[in-house]
């Protein structure tokens, strides 16, 4: 298993940079009109006014340092900006109006046992004193997983490309005999809903038992690559097996947004971005 480290502005870094004293939170409570981000986006802004998180284009990030500055000593305030702001000197380009939470001395501790939950792939909340009509609970969710399964250098590209965009991934590859066996389940393998299940095999006699291991698992995707031919020998196999039917629609197959990819590292990149389009689906704010 590769563990990669989060992105700084990764849907969890703000809130895991806001466990450090001194470290203020910004948090968006409200939007009206259309924004880049979404509801419940955070900042988090460092002693030294360095920044963790993403909001905007970097214009709305140094407000914010600077309010959190001025908040300093005072406490927790909500301020409007953009369309309905008194700040008449800062405006938004893309005409909306924000309303964020800007906390100076955000609940430490608060924060710590959200960042131990997701640690430990569970979903975690952080209460906002926002006021009434905002958003008043932030929660989250465990990033994103793969587990991949198969051979050659599909299996390389999609693990390198997951890699690289900071996501963790797990390889068990066909000629490793440590790793997988014909006609066995993956061991020690922890599949949760924010996990998703990729088979990469040209060999498909291996993936009945990993697609019915798959099946029994809360995964929020499972996928497996191969031709009509393959697909329709892959189904009627776990028919026979007792798969039922509604079971067999959580596989997705042929896999990937590209139809036909030809290529290695096109078929990971149109994985990729399926499986990351299903999981944006899954976050609790839109």
């Known amino acids: 298993m590769t563990a990669q480290r989060p992105s700084r502005s990764d849907d969890r870094a703000a809130l895991r940079a806001a466990c450090e004293p001194g470290t203020g939170l910004c948090t ?24 963790t998180g993403s909001l905007a284009d970097g214009c709305l990030e140094k407000q914010l340092a600077s309010e ?21 000197d800062f405006r938004l380009p893309c005409g909306s109006g924000l309303d964020i939470l800007i906390d100076p001395q955000p609940d430490h501790r608060a924060c710590r046992q959200a960042v131990n939950h997701l640690d430990l792939r569970r979903p975690a909340t952080l209460d906002l004193d926002a006021g009434q009509g905002l958003l ?16 050659g250098p599909e299996l390389e590209e999609l693990a390198q490309l997951a890699g690289a965009a900071g996501i963790e991934v797990s390889a068990r590859r066909k ?42 698992t809360p995964a929020f995707h499972i996928g497996a690559q191969g031709g009509a031919e393959a697909r329709n020998n892959r ?29 290695p590292s096109v078929l990971a990149l149109s994985v990729l971005a399926q499986v ?11």
């Open 136 to 151: 008043r609970e932030r929660r989250y969710i465990p990033p994103m997983r793969l587990a991949l399964f198969g051979e």
């Open 276 to 286: 990351v389009g299903e999981y944006e689906a899954l976050h609790p704010h839109g």
């Open 175 to 216: 000629d490793d005999p440590s790793a997988l066996s014909l006609g066995k389940a993956p061991q020690g393998e922890e599949i949760d809903e924010w996990t998703a299940v990729i088979l990469l095999f040209h060999d498909h006699e291996w993936e009945q038992a990993l697609l019915q291991w798959a099946l029994q």
């Open 68 to 88: 959190i500055e001025r908040a300093r000593g005072q406490g927790a305030v909500v301020k409007r900006f953009g369309a309905g702001s008194p700040i008449i």
């Open 28 to 51: 968006i409570v409200g939007i009206e009109g259309s924004f880049s981000r979404r509801l419940g986006a955070q900042l988090a802004v460092h002693p030294d006014g360095g920044i």
């Open 235 to 263: 189904m009627n196999g776990l028919r026979a097996a007792g798969v039922a039917e509604d079971q067999l629609q959580r596989i997705s197959s042929p896999i990937g947004l590209i139809p036909r990819s030809r290529e």
